[in-house]
């Protein structure tokens, strides 16, 4: 036999063994919740103009601009092999500083507490 056939063969009794089992294995207790159309905890049925708090957006906004700088800093080590890596090392602490900076405004301000 071929090995593509094989393979093949193999592959398709996995998936049909496994759709079996899970079929056979699940457990089905439907209630209200989950036959709700909305499963992320909003009332469906209410209004949809529900206020939003602006503060989930500055911690969204703070979180990409910190994963960004990880994005940025990851070759860092390897920018030792570069002609320069003095300015490189000054670059990324400048970034640094100035987003440390940033964030310790936005504490000092009050915009990372949630309760007012």
Do not use: H
């Not at 640094?96 to 310790?104: D, M, N, Q, R």
């Amino acid at each position: 036999m071929n090995t593509v056939t094989f393979t093949f063969i193999a592959s398709l009794t996995l998936s049909i063994l496994l759709t079996a089992l899970n079929f056979w294995l699940s457990q089905m207790n439907p209630d209200a919740d989950k036959l709700s159309p909305y499963e992320c905890g909003f009332d469906p049925l209410g209004s949809a103009r529900l206020p939003f708090s602006i503060r989930f957006f500055l911690v969204a906004i703070l979180f990409l601009l910190f994963d960004l700088e990880i994005a940025l800093l990851l070759p860092l080590p390897w920018a030792i092999q570069l002609q320069y890596p003095a300015m490189t090392l000054i670059w990324s602490t400048t970034l640094i500083l100035i987003l440390t900076l940033g964030l310790v405004y936005e504490w000092i301000q009050g915009g990372l507490e949630w309760a007012e």
